[in-house]
């Protein structure tokens, strides 16, 4: 599976941005597909996930309320929306693929990773 998320950019503080991540290769139907984020100079941390095959969704708690994600079937793209943008949601997003669909908050657990896309939100 190869993935590939694009939507970033630059923004100001209040704004919203949708990611999208477009898997090719294999179908992702059974998988769970996560988002995670690295802001600088720190680890990479879980945004949230989708089983998609259907559709149900985990967030971490800092994601519930402004991150919403969700998928496009027929496009096998997965969409992280992000409203009211904080600067400290400035990072690096990435999506990721887990092979065994389940609900996965580790990093470990998935297969497949894209190469990111940063989101800067000035203040």
């Known amino acids: 599976v190869q993935l590939q998320a694009s939507g970033g950019g630059m923004v100001q503080a209040g704004g919203s941005l949708r990611l999208s991540c477009v898997a090719s290769g294999r179908s992702i139907r059974n998988y769970g597909m996560g988002w995670f984020r690295q802001p600088p100079g720190k680890a990479r941390e879980f945004v949230g996930v989708?089983?998609?095959?259907?559709?149900?969704?985990y967030y971490a708690d800092f994601a519930k309320g402004r991150f919403t994600i969700s998928r496009d079937v027929a496009e096998n793209t997965v969409y992280l929306q992000i409203d009211n943008l904080k600067p400290e949601d400035t990072a690096v997003y990435y999506c990721?693929?887990?092979?065994?669909?389940?609900?996965?908050?580790?990093?470990?657990?998935?297969?497949?990773w894209g190469p990111g896309t940063l989101v800067t939100v000035s203040s």
């Open positions: 989708i089983r998609y095959s259907r559709g149900s969704t």
């Open positions: 990721a693929a887990d092979a065994s669909g389940v609900v996965s908050t580790t990093a470990t657990s998935y297969d497949y």
